[in-house]
Structure formats: structure tokens, C-alpha cells
């Protein structure tokens, strides 16, 4: 039987795959805008228009355009941390009891801001949301892949300051070519070497090569995956290798990483075994929830109540959690 929006609503979630950029409500954008001395379209609609992309976008650098328009607004401790405390509160809406938001503090800097500032920023927004919400969340750091390779290793020895805290993981994302994990082979042996959790956008707009490759690299997540349609051959191997996918359904249509719902993969890889996810990817720029994404889901597939428990469980078994929030949350998982 189809689970019901209602049921969705109460079922406890875990969200992997959530960029802090795409992510921030209008409400917050208005603030931040003001904070930053930005002046935005009065309408709600009108600036709906600037930080939503199309439902029919024509491609993923197409989707990626909303980003420029908030991210002049992002450049300051104070907004950081504000972006990541306002997608804890909608988290909270969510009833997502644990949450992994990702962000390139690379792309913060442009008004003086060093690295380790930035990220900061962000762990103390978390922070803040931890204490108000009922949600526990961690920081994932992402590489650009459009940056250089040495840029893209200052990320990584971000993970070696140790006044750092909320820090998770590392990812590789933005536009996606063939390639890119032999690309940036030195970074990901960085990675490997300091036994930093790893989940890799792949398979996005590229190949299932490219997913492959980022497994052999040591990525234990996929971000978003959707090329493995084209190798169900491999299956198999990452039910064995416990390789979680982190799928975002409005997110992957809108990227035109698939054409049909008969070409995504989601219902067949879970079928299979294979520990698939759900996820929002960016909230405002795909305008939704992860309500929303669970209840496009039921639709398209007719998912029970156990199955989304069960999705919940491959997102809890493959989270870079701390022990002691694995222990917290065991029970509801
Ligand atoms: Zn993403």
C-alpha cells in the first residue's frame, strides 16, 4: 500500500545530501540580502524566479545558475551561520533527526574570509541549531571540480585543523566531467591516507565509469549515481562493498541526469540490495522537501511503510555520524 503523506510526515529521516547554498529558505535569503547590502526583487514570486531553477532545466550547469545569485550573500561568519541554521530549522520540519549538510568553503572567500573562518561559520550555525531543534548534524566539506588540484587540497587540510568540530566528510562536486576521480587522484589519496569518510558526486551528468572509478578511490556514498543504470552488471559488487547512493529525485530530473521514469534507477537498485537513499540535494534551488521527496517516491513506486523504513536505515548505517550520535539515534533507526 502506498504510504501516505501523513504517514511520510511522522517517519523519522536521516539526509546525507543536502548543499548548504541551494538550501537556504527565501526568508533567510531576504536577511541575508539586507545584511549584505543586496537589493532582491520585492515579490516573493519574482525572486522565486532567481533562486529556483527551471523544472526544465536544460542541463546541470543550468541548474547550478541560482547559486551565483546567492552566494555574493554568503561571504560573512555571520551569514554562514545563519544558512546553516535556517536549514536546521527546516530540517526540523522534516523530522529529520540527523542531517549531513555539505558546502565548498572555497567559494566563501571572496570577501577576505580564510578557509578555516568559513568553516567555522557554519559548524557554529550548526551548533546553534543543534541546541534549538531537535536535529543532529554534521559538516561535509566539498572540493570544487572546477578549481585547481592544489586548490582542492587546501580543503582537505582543512580535516587536520584541530579546532575544527561537526566535520564529517569530504566531496568532490560541481560540474561533472569523465575522468575526474584519476583527475584528482592526489587529493583523494590525500583523503584515503587521513581516513576522511569520502562520498563522491558521480554518475551525475557523466559516466557509470566515473562512479566505478570514484569507488576505487575509496568514496563509501555516491552522490547521486544515476549512470548506474547503465551497469547493472556491477550491482552486485556494491551490495557487497556496502556503497550507499544518495539520490535526489527532483534533483536528478531537473539535472537531465535521467529522461524517464523508466530509466531511473532508484526502485531497481533497491530491489537489488543496494543501499539507495533520499535526499533533497539543494531545497530552494529544486524547491522542495524531504517530505516532498519521500512523497514523490510513494508516488512513483508505491512504496510501503517498511521500504522508507528501510531507506532510513541504509542512511543511518552509511552517515559519517559520531559514535555517540549513532548511539542517540539506534533505536529510531
Ligand atoms: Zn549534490
Same mark, same amino acid.
Given at each position: 500500500?502506498?504510504? @501516505? ?19 537556504? @529558505? ?26 529556483? #531553477? ?24 555571520? @551569514? ?30 571572496? #570577501? ?39 586548490? &582542492? ?57 566515473? &562512479? ?18 547503465? &551497469? ?6 556494491? &551490495? ?66 517498511? *521500504? ?6 541504509? #542512511?543511518? *548505517? ?16
Amino acid at each position: 500500500m502506498r504510504t @501516505s503523506r501523513a504517514t511520510i510526515e511522522k517517519l523519522p529521516k536521516i539526509e546525507l545530501h543536502c548543499h548548504l547554498d541551494g538550501s537556504i @529558505s527565501m526568508q533567510t535569503i531576504r536577511q541575508l540580502a539586507q545584511q549584505a547590502g543586496i537589493e532582491l526583487p520585492v515579490s516573493d514570486e519574482d525572486l522565486r524566479l532567481k533562486i529556483t #531553477a527551471p523544472q526544465n532545466a536544460e542541463s546541470l550547469m543550468d541548474y547550478l545558475t541560482p547559486f551565483d545569485f546567492v552566494l555574493p550573500m554568503l561571504q560573512t561568519e555571520t @551569514s554562514l551561520e545563519l544558512a546553516a541554521y535556517d536549514i536546521l530549522e527546516q530540517a526540523q520540519k522534516d523530522n529529520i533527526r540527523y542531517m549531513e549538510i555539505r558546502f565548498a568553503p572555497t567559494l566563501h572567500t571572496a #570577501a577576505g574570509l580564510t578557509l578555516s573562518q568559513v568553516v567555522a561559520a557554519v559548524t557554529r550555525g550548526l551548533a546553534a541549531g543543534e541546541r534549538d531543534f531537535q536535529v543532529k548534524a554534521n559538516a561535509l566539506l566539498c572540493g570544487m571540480r572546477h578549481e585547481s588540484v592544489d586548490s &582542492v587540497l587546501t580543503v582537505v587540510d582543512l580535516f587536520a585543523d584541530g579546532g575544527l568540530t561537526h566535520l564529517a566528510g569530504f566531496d568532490l562536486a560541481g560540474v561533472e566531467v569523465d575522468g575526474f576521480p584519476e583527475h584528482f587522484a592526489s587529493v583523494l589519496e590525500k583523503v584515503k591516507l587521513n581516513q576522511i569518510p569520502l562520498t563522491l558526486h558521480a554518475g551525475e551528468c557523466g559516466c557509470a565509469q566515473n &562512479v566505478l572509478g570514484a569507488i576505487k578511490a575509496g568514496a563509501s556514498r555516491i552522490g547521486h549515481g544515476v549512470a548506474l543504470k547503465d &551497469v547493472p552488471g556491477n550491482w552486485e559488487a556494491l &551490495v557487497a562493498d556496502k556503497i550507499a547512493i544518495e539520490m535526489a529525485p527532483t534533483s536528478n530530473f531537473q539535472t537531465k541526469a535521467v529522461d524517464t521514469l523508466a530509466n531511473y534507477p532508484f526502485k531497481k537498485l533497491l530491489d537489488a540490495g543496494v543501499r539507495v537513499t533520499i535526499n533533497t540535494d539543494n531545497r530552494t534551488v529544486s524547491g522542495t522537501t524531504l517530505n516532498d521527496e519521500y512523497e514523490k517516491i510513494a508516488g512513483w513506486y508505491d512504496l510501503s511503510e517498511a *521500504e522508507f523504513r528501510q531507506i532510513g536505515r541504509h #542512511a543511518f *548505517e552509511a552517515s559519517f555520524m559520531s559514535p555517540e550520535q549513532r548511539d542517540a539515534l539506534i533505536s529510531e533507526f
